[in-house]
């Protein structure tokens, strides 16, 4: 849509059938209030919304106070994001392609008239909506997306826009009070909040403030990023879906300022470029997906494509081709966001794809390994920035776009005990346990204690064609005198052995977990070993160990004990499911 007038002829090509008819289904459910909820679940919320209910529970959050004034924690009111998420406006990215491809104006007056809704509804700085930066930039972000398309159809009348764009002013100013917040905590947020000064800054001129916003934003985003985006590209928050948020922002930081003759400055392109890099190297090619890996908290916030919300093609063709010049993916319905950001599509011929091989990224930690059909990737990492996930040596494994070895996610930020810690801690990765205990010590809400070290030790090729990689981490080091080694070894192209030493003093009870897909399994007792048919082969997992050292193994799947739940997984946010572990 920056590009120039909506592109209507190229997206029919670019949205299948199936895609075409589920955003048209979506449309027209969110007549009647119908909104979807990270990219995933469908909330009836009515008309006019309710802006402020917490679907889930059925309960709504007053609006009866200033902003500041709100504790995001009150277990009464339930997870907060299930209040944030339809305020975030996600869906007038898709009334925005429904009208590219359908030409009917009518979905942009609706989201006019949702947006009057909000204000109405949301008196400034009063209620929860005013309470988070990040969230107040999404919105108008949104809002801007559809203003455009609606002064391109003309169907905006003068009051209603002035109406509109003096709340655009009222949420920039909340953005610029308290960014300073942001700031200090070193994460998205900041670079959001920078990204929602600068686009008001260079959107609206006739702003009193727009170039000190422009200004101080671009300012901003670019120092937050260089701190935030390591030298290698991967990034503070260990965390694949802030890694694509991250992205975004800075995509459309780009785009903004290329359309406005803005030069960037050198050490925040170069940093995107390693970024970019970093995540084309973690993408699953068959698929789309990535390792669930980190926080992951339902964020997608350019929705510019009918492409699954676990796919992350769109934000790797549409980045690899600001940052690196290039388009390394063949075409696709991936290939909308770029439609979107640039007015055009560009797309790798054949003989042009990328080709990943066996990587490394030395200051997050982040290891692939890759083999003809399948790959795999490990974490070995020395904190210096605020832990997410106790995680370390955990290994996930893919095979034919199916992951074999996965990450159990996290499920939710606001949940009940055992689910607030499980899917954080080290026995919702595959890796070991020592007594029970995870890597490091869980400290109150977001907050890990005892931060782990690590050192990898080395890598290399095998005779076999294969390659090795070994490494270790010291976080049961000081209370119970172990340091747990992993050497990863890639034998051919269709076998890997995964050998764990726990090095100390005296005995330990120690527990190795293998996260599997949900698919039917046989599991042999006397041979130690798990037999599973993929979707296109047959996976075979053996335990072996040194003498006596595995005394049991079980299979469990679905177990919701208070206490200790087992084989769960969570692919979106606030939903989880079943798996075999």
Request: with cysteine; charged share 25%; net charge neutral.
């Amino acid at each position: 849509l920056w590009g120039g007038k909506t592109p209507a002829p190229t997206l029919s090509t670019l949205i299948p059938d199936d895609g075409q008819a589920a955003l048209l289904d979506r449309m027209r459910r969110l007549q009647s209030g119908v909104v979807r909820y990270f990219s995933r679940t469908d909330y009836e919320l009515g008309r006019p919304i309710r802006w402020h209910l917490n679907p889930a529970l059925g309960v709504e959050w007053p609006v009866d106070r200033h902003w500041r004034r709100y504790s995001q924690f009150d277990a009464s009111l339930g997870d907060l994001k299930l209040v944030w998420e339809a305020n975030r406006f996600a869906f007038a990215y898709d009334l925005v392609r429904a009208y590219g491809l359908t030409g009917d104006a009518a979905w942009l007056r609706l989201g006019l008239d949702l947006i009057d809704e909000w204000i109405a509804a949301n008196p400034v700085a009063i209620g929860i909506q005013w309470n988070c930066g990040q969230e107040t930039t999404f919105r108008i972000m949104a809002w801007c997306f559809l203003l455009h398309a609606a002064i391109d159809a003309d169907v905006i009348e003068p009051e209603r826009f002035a109406r509109i764009a003096a709340s655009i002013y009222r949420h920039t100013l909340r953005v610029e009070h308290y960014i300073s917040f942001s700031r200090s905590i070193r994460n998205n947020h900041s670079l959001s909040e920078a990204l929602g000064l600068a686009t008001i800054g260079l959107l609206f001129p006739q702003f009193d403030r727009s170039s000190t916003w422009r200004k101080k934003g671009l300012g901003i985003l670019q120092s937050e990023a260089a701190y935030q985006i390591f030298r290698d590209g991967s990034y503070i928050q260990h965390s694949m879906n802030y890694h694509r948020l991250m992205l975004c922002d800075c995509l459309w930081m780009a785009r903004l300022a290329d359309l406005h003759e803005v030069r960037l400055n050198d050490a925040f392109v170069d940093r995107l470029r390693k970024a970019t890099e970093y995540l084309l190297e973690m993408l699953d090619f068959e698929s789309g997906s990535v390792p669930n890996f980190g926080s992951n908290d339902g964020a997608l916030i350019l929705p510019l494509t009918s492409c699954d919300y676990r796919d992350y093609r769109p934000i790797v063709q549409a980045a690899a081709r600001r940052f690196l010049g290039r388009t390394p993916l063949g075409p696709g319905a991936h290939d909308e966001l770029q439609l979107w950001m640039f007015g055009d599509v560009k797309a790798a011929d054949a003989g042009e794809r990328y080709s990943p091989s066996s990587a490394s990224f030395d200051v997050g930690g982040y290891y692939t390994f890759r083999g003809d059909r399948a790959w795999g990737m490990t974490r070995c990492h020395t904190y210096f920035e605020r832990p997410a996930q106790a995680d370390m040596l955990h290994f996930d494994l893919w095979r034919d776009g199916e992951n074999v070895l996965r990450d159990s996610g996290s499920y939710s930020y606001h949940c009940p005990a055992p689910w607030r810690q499980h899917f954080k801690s080290t026995a919702g990765h595959n890796t070991i346990v020592v007594e029970n205990e995870s890597q490091m010590l869980k400290g109150p809400r977001f907050m890990w204690y005892h931060w782990t070290t690590s050192r990898f030790i080395g890598r290399g090729a095998l005779a076999d064609g294969g390659e090795w990689w070994e490494g270790e981490h010291f976080g049961y080091q000081v209370r119970f005198g172990i340091i747990h080694r992993r050497r990863i070894e890639r034998r051919g192209s269709d076998a890997w052995n995964i050998i764990d030493t726990l090095e100390g003093k005296g005995p330990v009870h120690a527990t190795l977990r293998w996260r599997l897909p949900d698919q039917a399994f046989t599991f042999d007792p006397a041979a130690q070993a798990l037999s599973m048919s993929l979707s296109r082969s047959q996976m075979r997992l053996a335990v072996i160990g040194e003498g006596d050292c595995v005394r049991t193994i079980d299979v469990l799947r679905g177990v919701a004990d208070e206490a200790s739940p087992e084989g769960w997984e969570s692919l979106y946010y606030g939903e989880k499911s079943p798996i075999p572990v």
